[in-house]
């Protein structure tokens, strides 16, 4: 895939730190860069933790847990460094069902089994099949997930009080109004202001993390009254414990945790990878897909096995991260570390943090993610590729990214195969001796094979025809199907058919169906099929 997504988006943020440059090697300038980018990581993690363990269900220290967790593995053994884990509202949303009528002990089971189907999926190396991800569902992805990121703010705009006590977790509750709405949006706007405005006074600290300690300060200072991380939760907790999930060893409880085991490991799998691709284009940086498979898939397997939620890889806080500087794995063992030392040591001071702070830092997540650029080309590209992008980005808003790219992928898929079956066609002429001569053009495969049996005029062709797929391939077991079937109607009639200049994996896909028999000396280089009325099948040579 281009890098023109990312390159465009990180001049659309003006990140100076985003060049497409390998990383530095780790000098102190570089180590205290990485460590602030962690720090800034670790402050929005907090507020994500806790709400997406309210949306599944669980106590927050579950939610913080994963995040310390899965950030900290992934970190170290990840597949791509700028990456950020941790619990995910994608997996969360699949969860609440799973704890509200089994119990919690039944999620952390399905966290460790499904670790563990990302740790087969790696080492089969599925992983390599998100390159079929077409650039329109990249787009998509990417405009859906800001959106996604914008919605999911909406919840700290609300009466903290009355969130939880609503029974819907964070999408219950009243909405702040009048004098407390517009005090949180006024910070929120002064955030993002400080945001945009630091890099051009000093890169000393990172944007993000000047804007939370800034707003901070001053609402502290001054006694504002809104919103801040301890009216969630408390986020006060000790070190995680081993925990063997205590559900019954019984082939019932398979039946309970395999589906949504299975569920939580695609969706954790196609977000990761999806976010390894864009962060490696913005930092220009290679990894291996197989190896974050892995890497996620250890992190959940131990997360299950310490009381945590499971998580995957967060595009939100990569974000941040890449635009705070951070290119190496120390940015995220910082974050995670400096998660930890909050649920341990910080929390009376972490809690008092604005959420309005957090919330800007999000909104400029958002206005990056965003491919701003995908609604001016939306009248210039294929129409198939424009409904694709709109297609995929209203799947990811009102389902979830899993199903989105799923859907996005067969829809391309289908619009290519469609494509390529219009493709089918053949010139034709006679030859000296008399024989009719069909030059195929186009592939050969499922969708054009229908096409393929109506180039020929059986009734009023010559006693010998030959079929030359020099400009052709015959790509599956439906065009063998065809092949076979035109040769039959041909032979029907007392006709020779000949198969002329079949490429050599097609003449091994004939020929390991059975079809070839005879072998000829003329033509080295293709398989050249002969006689069909000879013997039973399509025969040839090579």
Known sequence: MPRTILANFANRISLPELNLLPPERLTPARLRIEILSGL?????????????AFVAGVHPLVGLYAAFLVGLITAVIGGRPGMISGATGALAVVMVALVAQHGVEYLFATVVLMGMLQIFAGVMRWGKFIRLVPHPVMLGFVNGLAIVIFLAQMSQFKVPGSMEASGQGVAGGAWLSGLPLYTMLALVALTMGII???????????????????VAALVIGFGIDVPRVGDLASIQGGLPSLHIPMVPLTYETLQIILPYAVILAAIGLIESLLTLNLVGEMTGTRGGASQECIAQGIANTVTGF????????????SMINVKSGGRTRVAGIAAALFLLSFILFASPMIELIPLAALV???????????????????????????????LVTIVTVYEDLAVAVVVGVIVSALAYAWNNARRIHSKSYLTPEGARVYQVQGPLFFGSAEGFGEMFDIENDPQTVIVDFADSRVVDQSALQAIEALAGKYEALGKRIQ?????????RLLKKAGHLMVDSDDDPDYALAVNYGVRTGILGGH
């Open 40 to 52: 800034t990581v670790a402050l929005a993690l907090v507020p994500e933790a806790v709400a997406f």
């Open 360 to 390: 800007g830092v999000m909104f400029m997540v958002v206005i990056g993610t965003f491919a701003w650029n995908s609604l001016t080309i939306l009248a210039r590209v294929p129409k198939t590729d424009a409904f694709v992008i709109i």
């Open 306 to 317: 310490f009381g945590g939620m499971g998580g995957c890889a967060m595009i939100g806080q």
């Open 499 to 507: 198969l002329r200049h079949l490429s050599r994996d097609c003449h």
């Open 196 to 214: 945009w405005v630091m890099p051009k006074i000093t890169r000393v600290v990172p944007a993000p993390l000047a804007g939370i300690g800034i």
